[in-house]
Structure formats: C-alpha cells, structure tokens
C-alpha cells in the first residue's frame, strides 16, 4: 500500500512563493503517475498539474500556468509543486495523487477520479 505525505504549505502575500512537496512511501515514486488537486472553501476538489512516472509529460491547469511548476525526483520518492505569483484565489488545501503505472508509456492524468491514492493536503493561504 502506498503512503503519500505533503509539506510545505502555509501562509504567505499574495505575490510570494512557495514549494509543496509529495513524499512516496510504500512502493517507489516511479511505479506511479502523479498529480496535485486543491480544494478551496466551498468549493470542488479540481486539478492543478499532473506529471508522468518518468517525469517527461506534464499538464498544469489553465489558472495556474506561468506561474506553478511540477516536478519530481525519484530517486527521493518525491514530487514537487512550485508556486510562484499566488494569488488569493490560490487559496486552498492541495492533495497530491497517485495513480499506479500500467505500462512504459508516459502519460498523465487530469480527471481526479482516475486516481488511486490521496494524501492528507496541505494548506496554502494566500493574503492579499
């Protein structure tokens, strides 16, 4: 069974940065498609940005891109969400996603129900 942990929210002004990170316990980070979803008050859980296993395709979400990166490290079982520019509108709780790897090929995953496990999130708050 794998484990996922987030760290790294927090509270910061609008127009700051900050790094979440997705620690994979349980089986290696390789063996899984990852992503990053939020859900802000009152609202859906939606999808922010997603990357293969391999770490060679990516996706971000319309309302987040030029401004967040997605990354990973699978030597360290981990996975990373860069944000940059946040806006209020980023606040929310960000839960990081695995889906297990069915093949060599690359791909990712933007429906959140195509997700096999879910970690706690980790809350970002952004001031304005």
């Known amino acids: 069974q794998v484990q996922l942990a987030e760290s790294g929210g927090g509270l910061v002004q609008a127009g700051g940065s900050l790094r979440l990170s997705c620690v994979v316990s349980?089986?290696?980070?390789?063996?899984?498609?990852m992503g990053w979803f939020r859900q802000g008050p009152g609202k859906e859980r939606e999808f922010v940005a997603a990357?293969?296993?391999?770490?060679?395709?990516?996706n971000l979400a319309a309302s987040v891109k030029g401004r967040f990166t997605i990354s990973r490290d699978n030597a360290k079982n981990t996975i990373a969400l860069q944000m940059n520019s946040l806006k209020p509108e980023d606040t929310a709780v960000y839960y990081c996603?695995?889906?297990?790897?069915?093949?060599?090929?690359?791909?990712?995953?933007?429906?959140?129900?195509?997700?096999?496990?879910w970690g706690q999130g980790t809350q970002v708050t952004v001031s304005s």
């Open positions: 996603a695995a889906r297990a790897r069915e093949s060599d090929y690359e791909e990712y995953f933007s429906n959140l129900s195509m997700y096999d496990y």
């Open positions: 349980g089986r290696t980070s390789s063996s899984y498609n």
């Open positions: 990357i293969s296993w391999g770490g060679g395709r990516r």
